[in-house]
């Protein structure tokens, strides 16, 4: 195995989490008598884990939220997202066999995502993935998160990854920034939950289907 490591995000880039995360945040906020949200304020509720989502929820309700109200409402989510895991979640088109094909070259493969890691974790087991990455890391795993670059190269370290052979692949801009605050080549998707469009993000490269993942493409964009 080389020392090169593709990073995926995990949200909206792996597998497409929206109508359980559209479900769990509902059910948390219905507590409190908040209308429901649906999957399009999904991309400016996401991100930044389930404490900032709730948090967010409340904020586009114009429900004001204290600090100590929130540890029971972030249980409240994680209770009812992990009693349905792994729900309607599914990985998408063309990631195992573009996971296999990775695997094959010898690349490691990583998870490197803002979801909590106790969240992270049960949804890549039940869906099968687990084995293929060699490091997992959630938004809580260390002091700090994407868009610190610091996440991506912590991952890459539990990886047993080089720091300067580093591709990530991500849906949004706390990916793509992070890639770039580390001067690492990044591929955006389309397909996931960006508030604006990938285009603007600043990544080295647009893949629209995980076809397009191709050993040719990692090795170019790594250099
Ligand atoms: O769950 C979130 O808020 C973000 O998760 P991601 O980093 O895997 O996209
Ligand atoms: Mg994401």
Do not use: W
């Amino acid at each position: 195995m080389t020392a090169t490591t593709i990073v995926f995000d995990l949200d909206g880039t792996l597998i497409d989490t929206a109508p359980d995360l559209v479900e769990s945040l509902n059910h948390t906020i219905a507590a409190r008598d908040l209308a429901p949200v649906g999957y399009e304020d999904l991309t400016h509720l996401v991100g930044q884990g389930a404490r900032v989502m709730i948090q967010r929820a409340f904020a586009l309700r114009g429900a004001p939220i204290t600090e100590d109200e929130i540890p029971a409402l972030l249980d409240r989510f994680i209770d009812h997202y992990e009693a349905s895991m792994p729900g309607k979640s599914r990985p998408y088109p063309g990631l195992i066999e573009a996971l296999d094909r990775m695997r094959t070259a010898g690349f490691r493969l990583a998870v490197c995502t803002n979801k909590m890691e106790r969240l992270a974790r049960p949804l890549l087991e039940r869906l099968e993935l687990t084995a293929y990455f060699e490091a997992i890391s959630g938004g809580d795993t260390f002091a700090f998160r994407k868009p610190d670059p610091e996440h991506i190269l912590a991952t890459v370290e539990r990886a047993g990854g080089k720091a300067d052979k580093v591709l990530m692949i991500g849906d949004s801009i706390n990916d793509i920034l992070a890639a770039r605050n580390g001067n690492i080549p990044s591929i955006a998707v389309p397909f996931g939950y960006s508030d604006v469009p990938v285009e603007e993000l600043g990544a080295s490269h647009i893949i629209g289907h995980f076809d397009e993942l191709t050993v040719e493409l990692v090795e170019r964009l790594i250099g």
